[in-house]
């Protein structure tokens, strides 16, 4: 099993910043790849940005590329998202996952937290 556990969210103004931490805890073998996915209410959910959990080709979804970062402390066993010149559609909740493959499908995570709310206000 692989434990995660979002925090950090919270409400900005449009052009404003957070950063999202995911503590992780559980099989190593499970967590190869750690992603971001996020949810607004009435939609499916959708893919952010995705890495290795040892580092290397990070990938985004172009609606955030630019303005998203994800990255990782290995020592803290947390993974970051951070993020820069939010707008009001990136209001979601986002979710941290936990996978074999860093890769933009939802199907290929076999873990996620119970997320958390960002809310960008105009």
């Known amino acids: 099993q692989v434990q995660l556990i979002e925090s950090g969210g919270g409400q900005v103004q449009a052009g404003g910043s957070l950063r999202l931490s995911c503590a992780v805890s559980?099989?190593?073998?499970?967590?190869?790849?750690m992603g971001w996915f996020r949810q607004a209410p009435g939609t499916e959910r959708e893919f952010v940005a995705a890495?290795?959990?040892?580092?290397?080709?990070?990938l985004y979804a172009d609606s955030v590329k630019g303005r998203f970062t994800i990255s990782g402390d290995n020592a803290k066993n947390t993974v970051y998202l951070q993020m820069n010149s939010l707008k009001p559609e990136d209001t979601a909740v986002y979710y941290c996952e936990a996978g074999r493959v860093p890769t933009s499908k939802q199907s290929h995570y076999d873990y996620w937290g119970q997320g958390t709310q960002v809310t960008v206000s105009t």
């Open positions: 559980g099989r190593t073998f499970s967590r190869n790849a």
């Open positions: 890495r290795p959990w040892s580092g290397g080709v990070k």
